[in-house]
């Protein structure tokens, strides 16, 4: 079942995996995320099978998307600031070639930032507390 935002709740591209949220891609070995096209919605049963193959949080090994949390978010204060702390986490390098993104029509920091979002997108890894 794919994800499905709506034009007025945008999708957050840094989510945890909770209810409503689905899988956005998966960490490589360069730390890097590679993008599902099409990410299935965490069901318990797949969410079973992605703890049965990670140690620790979900969050360390794969990349989630929910509807965007706005004034619930820590990095919310009317636009998003997470993708602004990416901004200064991360060198900013142009994007030749997007990647692939099954929320692009609907992602938060793209609707911000456009395609100089998708440049620091993959380094993000959602922050969980301990």
């Not at 709506?6 to 360069?30: N, Q």
């Not at 989630?64 to 990095?75: E, G, K, L, N």
């Not at 390098?93 to 930032?113: F, H, K, M, N, Y």
């Amino acid at each position: 079942m794919a994800f499905e935002a709506s034009e007025d709740k945008p999708t957050c591209p840094s989510s945890h995996a909770g209810p409503g949220s689905v899988l956005l891609g998966v960490f490589g070995p360069d730390g890097r995320a590679v993008f599902t096209p099409h990410g299935p919605k965490l069901t318990p049963e797949l969410r079973d099978q992605l703890a049965a193959s990670t140690e620790g949080p979900l969050e360390s090994r794969f990349r989630f998307a929910a509807p965007c949390a706005q004034s619930a978010c820590v990095f919310w204060d009317g636009s998003c600031r997470a993708v602004d702390a990416a901004h200064e986490d991360y060198d900013s390098v142009a994007v030749e070639t997007l990647p692939e993104c099954g929320i692009r029509d609907t992602c938060r920091w793209w609707s911000q930032e456009g395609p100089r979002a998708c440049a620091v997108c993959p380094l993000v890894r959602t922050a969980v507390a301990s």
